[in-house]
């Protein structure tokens, strides 16, 4: 019999992504000159449907996109994405991310979210979940009661949830208590606990630790620092991100949340699955772009991993 591949169900945002690359980020009112420019597809729902698709999952991507998304949807497919479930919007543009990013790799980006803004509970599939093991992985880039509807119907239907609460914004305690794992940054975090963003690993491990949220795991992204889990009734344990040279930190995050879907998928426990995702979002930032550096599973493979995370 054949062996069937871990199955994702993202549902999601598609952007066209338009990146410019400066030496500097520029300042309120400061005019910069670019020192180079390339579109490509983006959105995080499409950049971690990618991830995950890239390192040998089946992936099913549920989302809007205008009539102006054939080459779009074109390159998702290409890319092993199944987008029977992407659907056109006709009176709404495909979304769109303008990104800036600065010769050490930071960037600043301004979303008009377009079509992602029509996608409606009754575009998820009745069936978010089709067998046991699946991972149902959301993020906020789409109207707010289009996430509760599927975290809530995935929970339902039994499938392993993943929430990315990105961009931040506050979160009902019944979808938070059907999310199996919570991937937030420390800026989502903060505002997601109504606390200041903590600065560096150890006040976000305090923060963490304080924390009450209902989920039955928070996986904290720490960038550079690599990441920290949080579950309950056990201390946080911080997986270190190897030491990489950074071109360009777009996309690192779905990168992760990608890697950890398909790691989850295949039946990795959380700790394992974040040390991988660790390393694929660390290879992620080596190369210029959100979905053209994403790494693929031989690529992965052949990294070098962290060093042992530790708990304290």
Do not use: W
């Amino acid at each position: 019999m054949p062996v069937l591949m871990p199955a994702i169900t993202v549902v999601g945002s598609v952007n066209r992504d338009l990146v410019l690359t400066v030496e500097d980020l520029p300042r309120p009112g400061e005019t910069v000159l670019a020192r180079g420019f390339v579109e490509g597809v983006g959105g995080k729902g499409a950049n971690q449907a990618v991830a995950a698709a890239r390192l040998g999952s089946r992936v099913r991507l549920v989302a809007r996109v205008g009539a102006d998304a054939e080459a779009i949807l074109r390159a998702l497919a290409a890319e092993g994405v199944d987008v029977e479930a992407v659907h056109p919007a006709p009176e709404a543009a495909t979304g769109i991310a303008s990104v800036v990013v600065d010769r050490a790799g930071e960037n600043t980006i301004v979303v008009n979210p377009g079509a992602n803004a029509e996608l409606s509970v009754a575009d998820l599939p009745d069936h978010l979940v089709r067998s046991a093991g699946e991972v149902v992985l959301v993020q906020h880039e789409i109207p707010a009661d289009v996430v509760a509807a599927a975290v809530l119907r995935a929970r339902e239907q039994g499938g392993t949830v993943v929430l990315n609460p990105a961009p931040a914004r506050a979160l009902d305690p019944e979808v938070l208590a059907a999310v199996d794992v919570l991937v937030p940054n420390l800026g989502e975090l903060a505002t997601l606990l109504g606390a200041r963003p903590p600065v560096g690993p150890d006040a976000a491990r305090d923060l963490l630790e304080r924390a009450a949220l209902p989920c039955r795991a928070v996986v904290v992204t720490l960038g550079a620092d690599g990441a920290l889990i949080k579950r309950p009734d056990r201390p946080a344990v911080r997986v270190p991100a190897p030491v990489v040279d950074a071109v360009d930190t777009v996309g690192a995050g779905d990168t992760f949340c990608g890697a950890l879907a398909d790691s989850l998928a295949r039946g990795a426990d959380l700790l394992a699955a974040a040390e991988r995702a660790v390393r694929a979002a660390s290879l992620a930032v080596t190369g210029l772009g959100a979905q053209s550096s994403m790494p693929t599973a031989a690529q992965l493979d052949a990294a070098t991993g962290p060093e042992a995370p530790t708990a304290s």
